[in-house]
């Protein structure tokens, strides 16, 4: 199960680079320099071997609750759907926008399995879930 959320992500990610306007510099640039600072702190606050492409916790892996951490539950899935929302925004098509539409309910599908295997590792993500309340939008959801 772990192995079809990466291939189906990087999948939906491949079309975008290749279907969409990655590289150009215009007004949604920003969205997309903002998307990958805050991918790049949620990182760094994460740690070295606490983060993975698959939703299954690392082995030695803890739970962070610092950083971008104590707004959102999923930032880096956040800085992701930022950044393809960049070239989706100047690509103007509507299948585009169908891959950004599958891109976001995988990314959905994964964070309620990867919270699962969480809360089954790390008794104190539920607690974590208390004080973060939001998965990807702060305030919203």
């Known amino acids: 199960m772990k192995h079809l959320f990466v291939f189906f992500q990087l999948l939906f990610l491949l079309f975008f680079f290749y279907f969409g306007k990655v590289l150009q510099f215009d007004w949604f640039t920003t969205l997309q ?16 071997n606490n983060w993975s492409v698959y939703p299954i916790p690392n082995k030695d892996s803890t739970i962070t609750s610092t950083g971008p951490f104590g707004y959102i539950r999923h930032p880096m899935y956040t800085a992701l759907l930022l950044f393809m929302a960049g070239i989706a925004l100047r690509s103007y098509g509507w299948i585009i926008w169908m891959v950004y539409g599958l891109l976001l309910i995988l990314l959905v599908l ?6 699962k295997q969480l809360l089954a590792k790390h008794a104190e993500y539920a607690d974590f879930k ?3 309340k939001k998965r990807l939008i702060p305030y919203i959801w």
Do not use: D, F, M, N
């Not at 994964?110 to 919270?115: L, M, N, P, Q």
């Open 110 to 115: 994964k964070i309620v399995y990867e919270e």
């Open 130 to 132: 208390k004080t973060t």
């Open 33 to 48: 320099l903002a998307s990958i600072v805050l991918g790049l702190w949620a990182i760094r606050s994460i740690g070295e």
